[in-house]
């Protein structure tokens, strides 16, 4: 992808962080974070939630090869590819918290609509 941003971390560092806050987010249904971070895993978010309103095999082994808690991969076909069904897009919403304290980085919540 070249629109990715580079959050400050080599390749690897990012792909594993960005997998995290995915996992994470469709585990709790909300999460906190930079602004930034929020905004790249929204897209990576929104993507496993299509795969999970198709349905199917592959779109279940695509979600499995991106997020390696079956877990939370039952959970994202179980109950929020059911959900979304009829929702053509905009999965997810980033709310805008203000500054953190200890360096003012611009903070959000990333959350399931």
Known sequence: MSDLRKLGR???????????????LLENGRIITSVT??????KLAE???TLAKRGDLHARRQALAYIYNNDVVEKL????????????????????MGPRRGDATEMAILELV
Not at 37 to 42: D, H, L, P, V, W
Not at 88 to 93: D, I, Q
């Open 10 to 24: 080599r390749t690897d560092h990012r792909n594993a962080m960005l997998r995290n806050l995915v996992q994470s």
């Open 37 to 42: 971070r929020a905004k790249e895993a929204q």
């Open 47 to 49: 993507k496993m939630i």
């Open 77 to 96: 076909f179980d109950e929020y590819g059911p959900q979304y069904k009829e929702r053509n897009g905009g999965y997810t919403r980033v709310l805008k």
